[in-house]
């Protein structure tokens, strides 16, 4: 068995003074994908951030790649681990080629510029997020769900072994949030650890090995879908009865 | 997306500019003077009058109002990636003004020029200090409520300058305009300024391409790999260097810092890498070009060279101002 590539040991996750989540142990082997799922404001998004090394925890540890992301070098980091903000806010105009290649920056010398090999892994990207012939668009002329897309394409150039994506589905069609899904499902297939904040249970189970389910109030579940993904834990999760749909092929959740 | 190839050519083409638009300058006055009169000048081969006001009176001039331009542009690029935010520059966010201040308060008390220079330095520092201070508050520093405090820090300066104004006596007064609306002709000795802009460009050339990660956001930058408060702390020291350097050397010259890496980033795109050289260049093109203009429009009047900036720019910044809503919806 291979090590963790992330690896939570008692971790504390407070915002103003709230423990959100308390004594988080918990391993995100190679080839795992996982859904932390949670109601809104249950610190899904300040526990991933905590994940990736950009906050502090409130106690405890996180290591990537079996090292501790407070002593790592952020760069080093930036190598393995990528990380999808919530939100991109683009306040000068750029073309969306530029937009991803800079998660080609931790894999460049101080003075490199962008090789054609860059290149090539940042149009096979836009490729993978059907933003194919986007690539001389300016940023600022794109909808909300191609700046999306965008944001993923950026993720899958830096090309790190450890994706962390908070909401990588918001302002997604249908189609295009079936699409993002298998396109990280083909990276954990290929050895990469997949964490995401999801809102659909039934994507969670269907897309997911495994969930990390955060209550807001400090507990946690964590592990494999069939196990946590169940009518009885997501009812409390959410705070409303939800009744999983018999015959379906794949787990399907409805509100009672 | 510029390769090194094709930012090497536009920065080539903005140095030829550059040297054109000095060679104009050292032409061009009440004394109108030949290519060959000016290279035989600079050369040190030329005798008499013309050789005389070309290096003793229009070259200092011309290579400061030079350093200043190229100082104002690489600041306000610097400041515009720092804020993300297209409309900050050091004349708006009141630095210019607290330079004003400091500058006007020891030519009151009558001191010599280099207390001047000092209080210019010191009082664009300290409204460095004051608007970055006042505006960091939290974690995270919010745009908007800089730009206020900018504009607010701004207004205050314009006050105490008014009241040092009111107050100064009447032999002061034509000196103290002459700074306050930016003047080229002050200009003694450029090569401070020179040598700030050379180590300016220098210190943000290594780091071009972390400042294009911090121009798209702290929380992706950080999660690229870039010790994001380090790099914010390098820029904000160097920009308000480079805007005291260049108000200490010229006045307050407005809007350079503004309306420069505008028209530079539109076109050759936000790159740092390329727009901060290039923004230097042509910013300090800009400002040779615009004094030269102001001694010779209404010759033998010499107008200042911050009132022609200023007409300038005020309708660059109001178009951007207009157009920002719509490019965020």
């Not at chain 1, 080839?31 to 991933?48: D, F, P």
């Not at chain 1, 991803?100 to 990207?125: K, M, Q, Y």
């Not at chain 2, 919010?142 to 701004?154: E, S, W, Y």
């Not at chain 2, 700074?179 to 450029?190: F, H, T, Y």
């Amino acid at each position: 068995m291979s090590a963790p590539l992330l690896e939570a040991r008692t971790l504390d996750v407070a915002i103003g003074g709230r423990t959100l989540c308390r004594g988080l142990d918990w391993q995100v082997m190679p080839g795992e994908s996982w859904a932390i799922l949670g109601r809104n404001g249950a610190g899904k998004s300040t526990l991933l951030a905590t994940l990736a090394g950009l906050r502090r925890p409130g106690s405890g540890a996180v290591l990537i790649d079996g090292r501790s992301v407070a002593a790592a070098h952020p760069r080093e980091l930036a190598r393995v681990r990528g990380y999808l903000p919530q939100q991109s806010h683009d306040p000068f105009a750029s073309t969306v080629l530029e937009t991803v290649l800079v998660g080609r920056h931790p894999h460049l010398g101080r003075w490199d510029w962008e090789s054609a090999v860059d290149r090539r892994i940042a149009e096979a990207a836009l490729g993978e997020v059907g933003l194919a012939g986007f690539a001389q668009r300016d940023v600022q002329t794109l909808s909300g769900g191609e700046r999306q897309r965008l944001g993923i394409a950026a993720l899958l150039t830096q090309e790190p072994r450890l994706f962390l994506l908070d909401e990588p589905l918001a302002h997604l069609d249908l189609n295009h949030q079936v699409a993002q899904m298998e396109v990280l499902a083909r990276r954990a297939a290929h050895g990469a650890g997949v964490v995401a904040v999801l809102h659909d249970p039934g994507f969670a189970a269907r897309w997911c090995g495994f969930a990390l389910l955060l209550f807001g109030d400090g507990e946690w579940i964590a592990g494999p879908v069939a196990d946590t993904v169940t009518a009885e834990n997501l009812s409390r999760l959410y705070n409303h009865p939800l009744r999983r749909l018999a015959g379906a092929p794949y787990p399907v959740f409805i509100p009672e | 997306m510029p390769t090194r190839r094709r930012a090497l050519a536009v920065i080539l083409a903005l140095a030829v500019l550059a040297a054109a638009s000095m060679l104009l300058s050292l032409a061009v006055g009440s004394l109108s003077l030949g290519l060959h009169d000016v290279l035989a000048a600079l050369s040190g081969d030329g005798e008499g009058m013309a050789a005389e006001v070309v290096r003793s009176l229009r070259l200092p001039r011309t290579l400061g109002a030079f350093a200043c331009g190229g100082l104002l542009a690489l600041a306000g690029a610097l400041m515009q990636v720092l804020l993300r935010n297209p409309l900050a520059d050091p004349y708006v966010l009141g630095i210019s003004g607290g330079a004003a201040v400091g500058a006007l308060a020891a030519m009151l008390g009558g001191l010599a020029l280099a207390f001047v220079n000092l209080g210019a330095f010191a009082g664009s520092f300290l409204a460095t200090l004051l608007v970055f201070g006042l505006a960091h508050g939290d974690s995270s520093w919010t745009h908007t409520r800089l730009l206020l405090t900018g504009v607010i820090v701004a207004a205050g300066c314009g006050a105490a300058v008014a009241l040092i104004l009111s107050i100064a006596p009447e032999h002061k007064l034509h000196g103290m305009l002459y700074w306050l609306m930016g003047d080229a002709g002050q200009i003694v000795d450029p090569r401070p300024a020179l040598l700030i802009l050379v180590f300016g460009l220098l210190a943000t050339l290594p780091m071009a391409r972390e400042l294009n990660l911090l121009a798209r956001g702290e929380t992706m930058a950080a999660s690229l790999g870039i010790m994001v408060p380090r790099l914010k702390r390098v820029v904000y020291v160097l920009s308000s260097l480079l805007t005291a350097a260049a108000v200490t050397t010229a006045g307050s010259i407005g809007f350079i810092g503004l309306v420069v890496p505008h028209l530079v980033r539109l076109a050759v795109g936000n790159d740092q890498r390329l727009l901060l050289p290039a923004a230097a260049l042509a910013g300090g093109s800009l400002l040779v070009l615009a004094d030269t203009l102001a001694r010779t429009v209404v010759a033998p009047t010499q107008l200042p060279v911050g009132v022609l900036t200023a007409l300038l720019g005020v309708p660059v910044f109001l178009f951007l101002l207009g157009r920002e809503p719509k490019a965020r919806s």
